[in-house]
C-alpha cells in the first residue's frame, strides 16, 4: 500500500533553515509528480510546491518563492523541502503529497511534520 | 493567489443532505474540471473524497457528490452520518500551473 512519511519537523528561530524529508514507499516514486502542503495550527490548507517525476519541472506558492526549495532522489525513494530564511508564518504541519497526474489531484497524503519558527 | 472561497460552517441532522459550496475564478474553478475536495477529521491528515469536479475514489461512499458550474463548485453530502463531522477543503488547479485551495468549511452533525 501507498505510504508517505515525513520527517524533519521542529523548533527553529528566525531566519535559520530546516529540511524536511518525505519517505515514499509501494508505488513507483519515480513516475509520480509530487507536492508538498501545509497547514498552519487552526486554519487552512495551502499549497507550497511540486516537483514532476523527472525533478525537471518545479512550480511553487509565492509565499516561500526564493526561501524554500524542492527536490527528489528517486535512488532514495525520497522528496524534499530545503526551507530557509524561515519567519513566524512559515509554522505549519507540512505534508507530502502523491499527485496522481500532472495537473490533477493529490490522491495519497503522509501524515504530516509539525515545523515551529518561533524566537 | 487567494483563497477559494467556502462558507465557514455548514450544518445538518442525520439523514438530512447539506451542500458546501467553493467559489474561485475564470482562472481556476472556472477554466479547468480539476476541482477536488478533501475530508479532515480533526488530528488527522486530508482525505481525497472528489477528484475532477465529481468523481468519487473507490472506497468513498456513494452519499458524497461533487459538481461545478461556472467559477462555483459544490460538494454535497447526502444522508449525514455522524463519521461524516470533519472539515472539508477543495482545491483547484489554476493557469499559472499552480494549486490553490479552499478556506476550508466544517461540517457539523
Known amino acids: 500500500q501507498v505510504q508517505l512519511v515525513e520527517s524533519g519537523g521542529g523548533l527553529v528561530k528566525p531566519g535559520e533553515s530546516l529540511r524536511l524529508s518525505c519517505a515514499a514507499s509501494?508505488?513507483?516514486?519515480?513516475?509520480?509528480?509530487m507536492t508538498w502542503i501545509r497547514q498552519a495550527p487552526g486554519k487552512g490548507l495551502e499549497w507550497v510546491s511540486y516537483i514532476s517525476s523527472s525533478g525537471s519541472s518545479i512550480y511553487y506558492a509565492d509565499s516561500v518563492k526564493g526561501r524554500f526549495t524542492i527536490s527528489r532522489d528517486s535512488a532514495e525513494n525520497s522528496l524534499y523541502l530545503q526551507m530557509n530564511s524561515l519567519r513566524a508564518e512559515d509554522t505549519a504541519i507540512y505534508y507530502c503529497?502523491?499527485?496522481?497526474?500532472?495537473?490533477?489531484?493529490?490522491?495519497?497524503w503522509g501524515q504530516g511534520t509539525l515545523v515551529t519558527v518561533s524566537s | 493567489q487567494s483563497a477559494l472561497t467556502q462558507p465557514p460552517s455548514v450544518s445538518g441532522s442525520p439523514g438530512q443532505s447539506v451542500t458546501i459550496s467553493c467559489t474561485g475564478t475564470?482562472?481556476?474553478?472556472?477554466?479547468?474540471?480539476?476541482v477536488s475536495w478533501y475530508q479532515q477529521p480533526p488530528g488527522t491528515a486530508p482525505k481525497l473524497m472528489i477528484y475532477?469536479?465529481?468523481n468519487r475514489p473507490s472506497g468513498v461512499p456513494d452519499r458524497f457528490s461533487g459538481s461545478k458550474s461556472g467559477n462555483t463548485a459544490s460538494l454535497t453530502i447526502s444522508g449525514l452520518q455522524a463519521e461524516d463531522e470533519a472539515d472539508y477543503f477543495c482545491s483547484s488547479y489554476t493557469s499559472s500551473s499552480t494549486y490553490v485551495f479552499g478556506s476550508g468549511t466544517k461540517v457539523t452533525v
Open positions: 503529497a502523491r499527485l496522481i497526474r500532472p495537473g490533477r489531484y493529490f490522491d495519497y
Open positions: 475564470s482562472s481556476d474553478v472556472g477554466r479547468y474540471n480539476r
Open positions: 509501494g508505488f513507483t516514486f519515480s513516475d509520480y509528480y
Open positions: 475532477e469536479v465529481s
